[in-house]
T-cell receptor, first 113, second 111 residues
């Protein structure tokens, strides 16, 4: 597609359940980021994939969070045993080669009851 | 670690007024980016700056890459209702490093 696609756009889940959030970046974008944005707040870095290099996981808040990127394109962010404080919008962004510009998806809004 | 200070946190302005916001960093950046986020959307790139001293316009928006490489400002002239939203600055120390983000400036236009 022309832009970054994220799914689901909205997810409501019960505390303790696992969730998977998907990001389909723009074709050719070698770098992919996941951010978390709580209501009215800024962007919290979670994880960064760059080509075939080991991902930068330094922003993941706990071991309940993990992400993978298959074949250098689609990425999945998994949150295990969700907690209410995980409720936020999860944003995915891609970046082309030799540029600092990120292109964001519309986000996945997660609500943990 | 590297930090970005973005100010002001929020602005209440009248339609037609000019707006100015800025970001300062504790270290040198080689890229500055300005994004706008509308409710329920992801941030959208407004202006990208790659050289110290660079002044770039995009319609009513003007941004500058500070000569010290530690700051940048964004100006919006003659604001209109659709300018409301949250504006984020982001900087990159070098091309192999992730972006560092400001906390955002929320722009609200008084009716």
């Amino acid at each position: 597609g022309a832009g970054v696609s994220q799914s689901p756009s909205n997810k409501v889940t019960e505390k303790g359940k696992d969730v998977e959030l998907r990001c389909d970046p723009i074709s050719g974008h070698t770098a992919l980021y996941w951010y978390r944005q709580s209501l009215g707040q800024g962007l919290e870095f979670l994880i960064y994939f760059q080509g075939n290099s080991a991902p930068d996981k330094s922003g993941l808040p706990s071991d309940r969070f993990s992400a993978e990127r298959t074949g250098g394109s689609v990425s999945t962010l998994t949150i295990q045993r969700t907690q209410q404080e995980d409720s936020a919008v999860y944003l995915c962004a891609g970046r082309g080669r030799n540029t600092g510009e990120l292109f964001f998806g519309e986000g996945s809004r997660l609500t943990v009851l | 670690g590297q930090q970005l200070n973005q100010s002001p946190q929020s602005m209440f302005i009248q339609e037609g007024e000019d707006v100015s916001m800025n970001c300062t960093s504790s270290s040198i950046f080689n890229t500055w980016l300005w994004y706008k986020q509308d409710p329920g959307e992801g941030p959208v790139l407004l202006i990208a700056l790659y050289k110290a001293g660079e002044l770039t316009s995009n319609g009513r928006l003007t941004a500058q890459f500070g000569i010290t490489r530690k700051d940048s400002f964004l100006n919006i002239s003659a604001s209109i209702p659709s300018d409301v939203g949250i504006y984020f600055c982001a900087g990159q120390p070098d091309s192999n490093y992730q972006l560092i983000w400001g906390a955002g400036t929320k722009l609200i236009i008084k009716p």
